[in-house]
């Protein structure tokens, strides 16, 4: 098939201003993929501010709401009138791929399936134990998955937590990481000079991220080390809650930066000396964990099905027990007094990175977007051909 230019809707409940893995996904694959020529619009809900990266044409139906789920809080696009306005979209749009990223979940993602008519595309991130919603209303949803073209994880984790519920032909197509926006030469945070060590933190306050086991870790380092310095970029109802399990010395060396800046962000991670996520659950991939390696900064994580996607133990990182504080406060004592492991970790953990980046993974994503289509004419020619041959 020639490799024409594709109108490319990429469909999402989660996009800007709301931070996370898969507006990352999206607007970074959306920018490469306008590179190469391609069309690309962003089709989700609209929030209060509706503020986002320039670069891409956002399309937004319905609104936006959070609700409590994998012990975080998932999204989904409400309102009146949705199929309505997908498929007044999708007639004038004429879109070659429309790519759904997410929980196949209504309304947004199921909807875009059922009524684009063109070839549809479906990205799983997320990594969970149980789904209750999946578990009931598996029999419709597996229907929606049978008219779904190409069926995309970005982890084994994701995969096998979806196809317990989902079955269908998965393709894994990791995440990705912008290499130039996080490199070891971007400028470092002024206000943290002299600040050392530094042990970073990104990610928002949920049970899920651990936040709890590592204020409990970093109790232990500060009787160990009276200079240490843990910087929290994030934000989230149970800030106070958290707050609670931090000894009194330890809470005058800690920093709450809350939400910060796309642009700002990669100052942190080549400012601090540890980047570290404790996270116990419901993490797919790592994201959070690639923007550390290509910053040169090294990493201990929790040792979770997802995150040794990216973390290979005592290559490119540490990996620890989930939910155990010694083991947190014991890794990151480990780096910070053992120059020469830090120095491997580091550059293990660049050469990681660049195997990740949002050229390699687009390369993939744009030639499945091919095969896919390829597929589907064949597939069509062939009914026709066998229609064809029915008719006395």
Request: glycine content about 8%; overall charge positive; hydrophobic content about 35%.
């Amino acid at each position: 098939m020639t490799r024409k230019k594709l109108r490319i809707a990429l469909v999402t409940d989660a996009y800007y201003p709301h931070v996370g893995g898969i507006q990352e996904h999206d607007y970074h694959l959306g920018v490469e993929l306008k590179k190469r020529g391609h069309l690309v619009k962003v089709i989700t809900g609209a929030t209060g501010e509706n503020i986002c990266p320039p670069g891409l044409d956002v399309i937004r139906v319905g609104r936006i709401i959070q609700y409590p789920a994998n012990k975080s809080f998932s999204k989904m696009t409400v309102g009146l009138g949705i199929g309505g306005k997908l498929r007044r979209i999708f007639r004038n749009e004429k879109f070659d791929i429309v790519h759904v990223h997410g929980a196949l979940s209504p309304f947004l993602p199921v909807y875009s399936h059922i009524l684009s008519h063109t070839t549809t595309i479906h990205t799983f991130h997320s990594q969970f134990e149980e789904s209750i919603p999946y578990g009931i209303f598996k029999k419709l949803l597996q229907r929606c998955m049978e008219r779904i073209d190409g069926i995309i994880a970005v982890s084994n984790a994701a995969k096998e937590c979806t196809s317990r519920y989902l079955s269908g032909n998965y393709t894994i197509i990791p995440n990705g990481i912008d290499m130039q926006r996080f490199n070891p030469r971007n400028e470092r945070c002024k206000k943290f000079e002299g600040k050392e060590p530094m042990i970073l933190f990104v990610g928002r306050f949920e049970p899920r991220k651990g936040l709890k086991y590592l204020f409990l870790a970093f109790n232990e380092i500060i009787a160990q080390i009276a200079g240490a310095t843990l910087v929290i970029v994030g934000e989230g109802k149970l800030r106070d809650y958290y707050k609670g399990f931090l000894s009194k010395q330890a809470l005058q060396s800690v920093y709450f930066e809350g939400k910060v800046s796309m642009e700002v962000l990669p100052s942190y991670f080549v400012t601090s000396d540890i980047f570290c996520s404790p996270a116990y659950t419901g993490e797919s991939f790592g994201i959070i964990l690639l923007e550390a390696l290509a910053s040169g900064t090294p990493v201990v994580a929790s040792d979770i099905q997802g995150y040794r996607t990216v973390i290979r133990n005592g290559y490119n990182g540490l990996l620890v027990p989930p939910k155990n504080p010694g083991a947190i406060s014991g890794a990151i004592m480990k780096i910070l007094e053992n120059a020469q492991l830090r120095k491997k970790l580091v550059r293990d953990g660049l050469k990681s990175a660049r195997n990740y980046s949002w050229n390699t993974v687009t390369d993939l994503i744009e030639k499945f977007y091919f095969e896919t289509l390829q597929k589907k004419q064949l597939d069509n020619e062939l009914i026709q051909k066998n229609s064809h041959s029915c008719i006395p």
